[in-house]
């Protein structure tokens, strides 16, 4: 049976995306919907989860991220480790301080923790980001604020303390991110 009749079958409109056999599955976009729920394409572990058009792809991974470095047992250093940092860049992505680097990153982790994790838990999971990513890339790319590196501390909010108590608040008690603007303007 394909994964379009379970559909049809269940009466699920307007469907984005298919997460099969859980968080450490396969997501399928619509362009995958006839591939068949068997062992040999799709075997499905008797998960099936459905998101319709209203769903945001990012925060499905997001989600799932946290489940995995809430999960993961910390018995080996790559996982224990790799899905924490899987974590942080994916909260980083979602309050808009992300960049293609961060993006570069979760597919290194992704390598890194497929080849060298202990046992299942740490091998796949990163498959929600790196499926996501390669088939709603848009969900991120639209919370990437900059093409270039962005600093997951943010040293002008870590300031203001500071500034309280000077009781400064005019540009130069201010760090500037993007000095060159300064020079453009
Ligand atoms: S890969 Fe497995 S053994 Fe290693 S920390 Fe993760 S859950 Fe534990």
């Known amino acids: ?19 099969i056999s859980g968080p450490s599955g396969i997501c399928l976009a619509e362009a995958e919907f006839d591939r068949k729920i068997a ?23 997001r989600n799932f991220a946290h489940f995995f470095a809430h999960e993961s047992c910390g018995f080996c250093t790559p996982c224990r480790v790799g899905t924490t940092l899987v974590r942080n860049i994916m909260d980083k992505i979602a309050k808009n301080h992300g960049s293609p680097y961060d993006i570069n990153e979760l597919f290194k982790l992704h390598r890194l923790m497929q080849g060298a994790s202990h ?3 740490g091998n796949s999971a990163c498959n929600p980001m790196f499926d996501t990513l390669n088939k709603f890339r848009p969900a991120y790319e639209r919370r990437l604020m900059s093409l270039n590196y ?3 501390f943010d040293l002008d909010a870590a300031l203001s303390q500071a500034r309280q108590m000077t009781g400064r608040d ?14 453009e303007a």
Request: glycine share 4%; with cysteine; hydrophobic share 45%.
């Open 1 to 19: 049976m394909t994964v379009r009749q379970v559909l049809a079958d269940c009466g699920a409109t307007d469907t984005l995306a298919v997460q």
């Open 39 to 61: 062992f040999e394409d799709l075997p499905t572990a008797g998960a099936f989860m459905i998101f319709d058009e209203t769903r945001d792809m990012f925060e499905v991974a």
């Open 119 to 121: 046992c299942g838990l």
């Open 150 to 152: 962005e600093p997951a």
């Open 170 to 183: 005019d540009a130069a008690a201010h760090f500037d991110e993007h000095p060159e603007n300064e020079a």
